[in-house]
T-cell receptor, first 113, second 111 residues
Framework: IAGITQAPTSQILAAGRRMTLRCTQD?????MYWYRQDLGLGLRLIHY???????GKGEVPDGYSVSRANTDDFPLTLASAVPSQTSVYFC????????????FGEGSRLTVL | GQSLEQPSEVTAVEGAIVQINCTYQ??????LSWYQQHDGGAPTFLSY????GLEETGRFSSFLSRSDSYGYLLLQELQMKDSASYFC????????????FGAGTTVTVRA
């Protein structure tokens, strides 16, 4: 069972470029999330989707957009990357049960120069 | 919004017991989760408390006191493989039940 697959694993990007981080899950979970992790700040929620066709803003949504065309895929797009978006990005999903459990991908390390 | 406080670092020897405290402030508290992360890899779920009391899962236990806005993760019989970062996370009604994470506690286990 693959769980959550993120791509790319790592990317160096010039400022101003557009970038899409891909996230696919095979668990048929309704809810999906994008977090960014920066040293000393823990994980901060960027955007989320409770179910296919819906999305919502998290704590730090500016500069990012998401779409949820189907259950399995939840891509995160940086329309015009800036150096402050240098971070590790984690995609996660949950099955909707009241357990407080998220299933995380391995992360995408993005460096914006 | 939500705020969580947990210690930044803890060091202990193999076989010891470590308690990681987490205090939180939130307007619609629903539950407290704990996650483990090794070397920047995928965070993995450890436990969840929605009600007051102690939840035990093997060597790890988690406690919650809703009246004190406080919880802790207890790591017993420490092993070298327990060296990792540990995050508490609150689930909040006012945040559409989404998880908000603390900054994390780095646990270092020494031989």
């Amino acid at each position: 069972i693959a769980g959550i697959t993120q791509a790319p694993t790592s990317q160096i990007l010039a400022a101003g470029r557009r970038m899409t981080l891909r996230c696919t899950q095979d668990m048929r979970h309704n809810a999906m999330y994008w977090y960014r992790q920066d040293l000393g700040l823990g994980l901060r929620l960027i955007h989320y989707s409770n179910t296919a066709g819906t999305t919502g803003k998290g704590e730090v949504p500016d500069g990012y957009s998401v779409s949820r065309a189907n259950t399995d895929d939840f891509p995160l797009t940086l329309a015009s990357a800036v150096p402050s978006q240098t971070s590790v990005y984690f995609c996660a999903s949950s099955d909707g049960r009241d357990t407080g459990e998220l299933f995380f991908g391995e992360g995408s390390r993005l460096t914006v120069l | 919004g939500q705020s969580l406080e947990q210690p930044s670092e803890v060091t202990a020897v193999e076989g010891a017991i470590v308690q990681i405290n987490c205090t939180y402030q939130t307007s619609g508290f629903y539950g407290l989760s704990w996650y483990q992360q090794h070397d920047g890899g995928a965070p993995t779920f450890l436990s969840y408390n929605a009600l007051d009391g102690l939840e035990e899962t093997g060597r790890f236990s988690s406690f919650l006191s809703r009246s004190d806005s406080y919880g802790y993760l207890l790591l017993q019989e420490l092993q070298m493989k327990d060296s990792a970062s540990y995050f508490c996370a609150v689930r909040d009604r006012s945040n559409d039940y989404k998880l908000s994470f603390g900054a994390g506690t780095t646990v270092t286990v020494r031989a």
